[in-house]
């Protein structure tokens, strides 16, 4: 879509111009008038349109050489061709210039055309829109009655040989690379010799160039190297010379995904430049133009059925990765097992990446993002996961400066909800930081700023720094369930724990032990329902504990629209370590969640009538919505270490159905 352009007629000569299919020519018929001119008249061959402005309103019904019209200098002359030309100046209009007291025109201008279409064409997914006349290449629209091109971030790495993941990379390695890419077109129709003289331009930013690549196929499809690098970097124009006649092919990769100061867009353009004058520079006749929405990466909740479990093969827990096998298998899952030689015996998957996908209409992929912690895990993401159709991506501050909540266990996801009248069909992200104007511990700036770039799963940031570890996942999950709004969400309560410990005390059961059984590399103290309640400093700090779980409680009510029947409560129990908090027992919501097979840390509660009194009262609030509950013996080897089930493994899960660009955020 081109803006009008404006042509100049001459008494002396005929002049000739080329016009665009379909975009409006004005024709400047008052640089030479006759002396005495009050009238005129204007005629075009068959196939030019003309319209007269602003004395009519331009109806396709009434053209403007159907009378004599007053010489008003307030008029314009406007010419539309709708079909290219099939040779040079085989169009033309003619002006005739009348005075009232003479009879024969006082002069000619005569405007040889040619007509050309030029179009910058990709998928505009407006699949959703009825009417597609009034979509518009130049903008990008959110919402199911939206459009606009998509591009997929090639972060993945198609060629194994390779070193570097594809968005680092110029060249086209092998062909199931380009199925990463989107397609764009160009296509031009009109007379052949007229690119004798003038050329088209594909071209974009500098700014874009940083953010997106073009590779043009310059020979046969099937072969690497016939895709040629022509933007991308370093690389902001190129004379696009036909090679395939009226069609020249390019696919499109994104470098970046969305961040701090880049909103996701990325525009390209093609301009005919006329160089048929040796004396002058070229000069520019049209425009076209397509606008690119960079695909975000989206997490996935627990919520979404699983397709891959990981768990590190460490020292001491051969009976852990068994357990976490067997889950796995019951949920249908693949199973990844990180071996000792690449972990160097650090356990925590789940700090060290999150896994989410990118979509776009023709493809869609997982992406890990891997978390700036760089622990003895750091190669895992970059060396085993991105592969073919495994995506990569990672934040890292300059300084290198991070946190503990900067692990990805402080990095969660809501299932789908609505709230305050706003819809979040993918959900809303969860990050742990500190209380509002506190100088406590905040993920660092820079995975911020990516997180929210993203924009289809706005942040929603609680208070963790009253933790020791500093993660969301202590204390909070998501299940799925079959009613209400199709899960529950889970929060660690110590007031229910001491409200169960109380009526067990109450029915005689105050002698009954936690942590008869464990089995590790050092005895672990046993302490009795009695002690637990008659411990002034414990029920006091975990009175602290309540009330900043009740803080988060009321954020996440109030940003993901919950009520109370939405939120269970599970019995946990914290302690103090250096006046931050550790889980007392294991920590029952740090859980691995594989569709309706749950892995809960075995918590060694007190044993009464044979059975664990936690592991029953667990069961009887997450049984009833249809949920298997496994208990997993994570002590020694991750809840000793300050972690559990989930902070030990990592899920990929099944993409949303819902489809990103139908939202609108």
Known sequence: MSLQ??????????????????????????????EGTDMFEVYGTPGVNIYISPSTERSRDQRADVRRWHFD???????????????????????????SRESLPLAYAV???????????????????QDRSLVDKRQWVWGPGGYGAILLVNCDRDDLGCDVPDNCDQHVRCLQDLEDMSVMVLRTQGPAALFDDHKLVLHTSSYDAQRARVFHMCGPKDCCEAYKCVLGQDKVSYKVPRLHGDEERFFVEGISFPDAGFPGLVSFRVTLLDDSNEDFSETPLFTDTVVFRVAPWIMTPSTLPPLEVYVCRVRNNTHFVEAVAELASRAGCKLTICPQTENRNDRWIQDEMELGYVEAPHKTFP??????????????PYKRILGIDFGYVTREPRDKSVSGLDSFGNLEVSPPVVANGKEYPLGR??????????????????????????????????????????HVDEFLSFVPAPDGKGFRMLLASPAACFRLFQEKQKWGHGRALLFQGVVGDRPVRTISI???????????????VQSCIDWNREVLKRELG?????????????KSEQKKAMAFFPDLVNMLVLGKYLGIPKPFGPVINGRCCLEEKVRSLLEPLGLHCTFIDDFTPYHLLHGEVHCGTNVRRKPFDFKWWNMVP
Not at 18 to 28: L, S
């Open 5 to 34: 352009r404006i042509v100049r007629v001459s008494l002396e000569h005929p002049t000739s111009a080329v016009c665009m299919a379909g975009v409006e020519t004005i024709v400047d018929i008052y640089g030479s008038v006759p």
């Open 73 to 99: 200098e307030g008029l314009e002359i406007i010419v539309v061709m709708n079909s290219p030309s099939n040779d040079l100046n085989d169009s033309h209009v003619q002006i005739s210039y009348h005075s």
């Open 111 to 129: 405007l040889y055309l040619t007509c050309v279409d030029i179009t910058l064409d990709c998928d505009l997914n407006y699949e959703g829109r």
């Open 367 to 380: 992406v890990v993002f891997d978390s700036p912690r760089n622990g003895e895990l750091q190669d895992f």
């Open 429 to 470: 992200i969860l990050i742990g930081g500190n209380l509002p104007g506190s100088q406590g511990r905040r993920i660092t700036q820079v995975v911020r700023n990516f997180l929210h770039a993203q924009k289809v799963q706005p942040p929603v940031e609680l208070f963790v720094d009253w933790l020791a570890v500093g």
């Open 530 to 544: 009695d002690q637990v309640l008659s411990n002034r400093n414990l029920i006091s700090f975990n009175k602290f």
């Open 562 to 574: 919950l009520v109370d029947r939405d939120i269970i409560d599970i019995p946990q129990l914290f």
